[in-house]
């Protein structure tokens, strides 16, 4: 990614039913035990399927947050840390790719 491109952090979670989980059983969905996956993209481009899917959108350039479905999130600087936190190879890369950002804070 050069500096004249954008930079977004997307995070996408999607649920699926436990191994041996019996999803049959009446009110599965509300008591019924869930596997959450979460996956994190470093895109230069919002594109309409992010938007669909994606739970979180974080527009790194302009520090703001563009999308959040989980009514949760305080700001850039969260899901940032987040990353940090849970993916530290990942970060590392990002953060040398945006080296010459300066976030518009």
Not at 24 to 43: H, R
Not at 69 to 82: E, I
Not at 93 to 104: C, H, L, N, R, Y
């Amino acid at each position: 990614m050069s500096s004249k491109k954008s930079h977004f952090i997307v995070f996408i979670h999607t649920q699926k039913p436990a191994q041996g989980a019996r999803t049959e059983m009446p009110n599965f969905a509300e008591e019924g035990k869930w596997n959450v996956q979460e996956m994190v993209y470093f895109v230069d481009k919002i594109k309409s399927h992010h938007m669909d899917t994606a739970t979180v959108i974080i527009d790194y350039d302009n520090w703001k947050v563009v999308k959040d479905r989980t009514d949760s999130v305080t700001g850039p600087q969260q899901m940032l840390d987040h990353v940090q936190k849970h993916y530290p190879q990942q970060y590392i890369q990002f953060m040398d790719i945006v080296k010459d950002v300066t976030p518009k804070k």
